[in-house]
């Protein structure tokens, strides 16, 4: 896959793709339904997407809502056959263009584009003044073809991230996971922290978990994909997603064990999923008392992960 920063840059071995456009945060049913219905045989199958993501530019001061960061949205785009991805630098320029202006300066003549997908609640151009229908209506007259696709229900309702961001808040990653096709999955490096589960028998894997939506804090069983270096693979595992109220963390990170294994894996890539919620978190009167939790916990994540 082929990653391109700055449309104005696109060579012309890349125009002429068949594009899905839209945020993709999560990279959901629905948006995995947009892309089926932008994979053309005559085409490369691209996506136009912004990061940061427009929620972060006008709402600055929010919670962190993000399913996913943008290595974690490409990786996945990539795992599902998409050949072009084109993350928009979404500032001050790009914000203030007209529906008008974005189609012509973005779509047609920087990235040349066959084919557009989107969703009917797709909005874009400044003032959000343009809509899936304005956008059908431009392409008919500039040369490139839109279809427009329906929202897709699951089981509970309408596919989307704020729902997803529900399910994930009230510790249902199963449920989550239904919406997105897959396991709600944690991306980053791993960082240095203060190494107390190494000294309490389990050792973890700390990743950060700035700028993302904080799902309900607790103790998940988890699958963990080691991304890259000597241990590369995939593992079960069990990890704490909050505060650590025993040692009252400041900010939230994600502090995982991984089941037989043994190695460094500082500045290594992982990717974890949140698999079932076992517990909330919880203080307890003595490291002795946490350590016989955390055996409990390690056998209760053994035997989610077993189904």
């Known amino acids: 896959m082929k990653l391109l920063r700055d449309h104005q840059f696109t060579a012309p071995a890349d125009k002429g793709a068949s594009v899905a456009i839209g945020n993709f945060d999560g990279v959901h049913r629905g948006h995995q339904h947009v892309l089926n219905l932008a994979k053309r045989l005559d085409a490369p199958l691209g996506v136009v997407t912004f990061e940061p993501h427009p929620r972060e530019v006008f709402s600055p001061d929010a919670p962190p809502f993000r399913l996913m960061n943008a290595e974690a949205r490409a990786n996945r785009l990539r795992k599902l056959g998409v050949n072009l991805l ?16 974005f189609v012509r300066d973005v779509l047609v003549d920087s990235l040349g584009i066959s084919h557009a997908v989107v969703g ?37 309702g309408a596919v989307s991230s704020t729902a997803i961001r529900q399910a994930l808040s009230e510790g249902r990653p199963a449920d989550a996971a239904e919406m ?10 791993v960082l240095h922290g203060e190494k107390r589960g190494r000294e309490l028998g389990y050792p973890t894997a700390n990743m950060g978990l700035d700028g993302l939506h904080v799902p ?57 999923g949140l698999v079932a919620y076992l517990r909330g978190e919880a203080k307890f009167d003595s ?21």
């Open 120 to 156: 009917a609640d797709f909005c874009y151009g400044k003032g959000r003044t343009g809509n899936a229908a304005t956008l059908k209506a431009m392409g008919a007259a500039l040369g490139f073809d839109v279809t427009i696709a329906d929202l897709l229900e699951g089981q509970s």
């Open 180 to 189: 997105l096709g897959h396991w709600h999955r944690i991306e980053g490096p």
């Open 86 to 101: 084109v993350e928009l630098p979404f500032d001050a320029r790009l914000s203030n263009l007209t529906d008008e202006e």
């Open 287 to 307: 490291l002795d008392a946490l350590i016989v939790q955390m055996d409990a916990d390690t056998a209760a994540a053994r035997a989610a992960l077993r189904g």
């Open 216 to 272: 309900k804090p607790g103790v998940y069983a988890v699958t963990v994909d080691v991304r890259d270096g000597p241990h590369a693979g995939t593992y079960g595992g069990v990890a704490n997603l909050g505060f650590r109220p025993m040692f009252e963390l400041e900010q939230p990170n994600l502090e995982t064990f991984l089941f037989d294994f043994s190695g460094d894996l500082y500045g290594t890539h992982l990717s974890v």
